[in-house]
């Protein structure tokens, strides 16, 4: 048995958990739409009697940036695009983490404040695999997914945001 970094649990050295190897639509979840999201809905998506964690990730619209006030986000994509690119993030996940099941749902169109732009989440059998997950995929959605943000202020001005510049670097496997 070799034992793996996430929560000082023995595994096999050859144990590849269910699904782990690549991209599977059954249980890899992607959508990109203009009704609101459900973080209910992303969990009942990854649940799997084979996980002991699922981890998620909801970005909302906040009130303010860099001191303006925000009165909504518009958001638009290149579907078929970021579909492609999110599949090659996932398996890049898959590479690194022993995950189960992924969920990405993306808005588009108008998000106002406090309402939920996207959500991520991440079965898997141990915490750390779906927590540091989480983590790498909304990093890899914000630097590479042809999303585009457009930030409406109060006061009537408006700017479109680059894809935030993130270290992809420092995402490092959980698992041995």
Request: aromatic share 8%; charged share 25%; with cysteine.
């Amino acid at each position: 048995m070799q034992k793996g970094s996430c929560c000082n649990h023995s595994f096999p050295a050859d144990y590849v958990p269910e699904h782990h190897k690549s991209v599977d639509e059954a249980y890899d979840h992607f959508l990109i739409s203009p009704d609101q999201l459900s973080l209910d809905k992303a969990c009942n998506l990854v649940r799997s009697d084979a996980a002991g964690a699922i981890s998620t990730f909801e970005g909302t619209t906040r009130d303010t940036f860099n001191g303006k006030r925000v009165f909504r986000l518009e958001y638009e994509a290149y579907e078929s695009m970021a579909k492609k690119e999110w599949h090659k993030i996932i398996g890049e996940a898959r590479e690194k983490y022993h995950i189960l099941g992924t969920v990405m749902h993306h808005r588009i169109g108008e998000v106002s404040v406090g309402q939920t732009s996207v959500i991520i989440a991440v079965s898997s059998a141990h915490r750390a695999d779906a927590i540091n997950a989480v983590h790498f995929l909304i990093d890899n959605l914000k630097a590479r997914l042809p999303v585009w943000k457009k930030e409406l202020l109060e006061d009537g001005s408006d700017t479109w945001k680059e894809n935030e510049q993130v270290d992809l670097d420092v995402h490092q496997p959980t698992t041995i």
